[in-house]
């Protein structure tokens, strides 16, 4: 049973192009979260996702971030016209439907702006 | 709105010493989930342990120990006869329960733990 799989694993970017991270949760889990950790800080929560709804989006950006969980496929953080200041850690999480004692954490996608 | 506080920024721990790891948290659910993470150089999240609000007994997960003082508000990541692979950064985090179903964590800022040989 594959865990949490996120890809790229590590991702370069230059000031004003896009960025895309991917996520495909455990099997059977229908429920995504995205956080982000800057350097030398904790994770920050940013968006859970179900498939096709977006639940919470209260620690996304207002502008330049966005996030879907399509009926197919894997979930998508996207990030505009990337800063410096993008440049972090970027963590999915998926758990099941019913609350659990443990969310599923995928290994990352380390973004650096240049 | 949760918080979750860290306290210690870094801790030198000799091999084989018990350690202890402070995490205080603040929430007005009245129901919560409590986790520890560890985070090691790889970077990867790896799960340690968990403990829920009204579980009667503290959590234990092997070498893995949470000292849960309700009352205080803290919950202490304890680990017995600690090796030179359990140093990492470590993050406490809390689930609260007030929107069932969504479960995000709220994370502390970590422990950032030595051990010495």
């Known amino acids: 049973n594959a865990g949490v799989m996120q890809n790229p694993r590590h991702l370069v970017r230059r000031r004003g192009q896009e960025a895309r991270l991917r996520c495909s949760p455990m099997?059977?889990?229908?429920?995504v979260y995205w956080y982000r950790q800057l350097p030398e800080e904790g994770l920050k929560f940013m968006v859970y996702?179900?498939?096709?709804?977006?639940?919470?989006e209260s620690g996304m950006p207002k502008e330049r971030f966005s996030a879907e969980f399509p009926k197919e496929g894997p979930s998508i953080l996207r990030i505009q016209q990337v800063v410096r200041g993008d440049s972090a850690a970027y963590f999915c999480?998926?758990?099941?439907?019913?609350?659990?004692?443990?969310?599923?954490f995928g290994p990352g996608t380390r973004l650096t702006v240049l | 709105a949760q918080k979750i506080t860290q306290t210690q920024p870094g801790m030198f721990v000799q091999e084989k010493e018990a350690v202890t790891l402070d995490c205080t948290y603040d929430?007005?659910?009245?129901?919560?989930?409590l986790f520890w993470y560890k985070q090691p150089s790889s970077g990867e999240m790896i799960f340690l342990i968990y403990?829920?609000?009204?579980?009667?007994q503290n959590a234990t997960e092997g070498r893995y120990s949470l000292n849960f003082q309700k009352a205080r508000k803290s919950a202490n990541l304890v680990i017995s006869a600690s090796q030179l692979g359990d140093s990492a950064m470590y993050f406490c985090?809390?689930?609260?329960?007030?929107?069932?179903?969504?479960?995000?964590?709220?994370f502390g800022t970590g422990t950032r733990l030595t051990i010495i040989p």
């Open positions: 999480a998926s758990s099941q439907e019913q609350v659990s004692n443990e969310q599923f």
């Open positions: 099997k059977g889990h229908s429920h």
């Open positions: 996702l179900q498939k096709e709804n977006i639940i919470d």
């Open positions: 929430t007005s659910d009245p129901s919560y989930g």
């Open positions: 403990q829920g609000s009204y579980d009667q």
């Open positions: 985090a809390m689930r609260g329960t007030s929107n069932f179903g969504n479960e995000k964590l709220t």
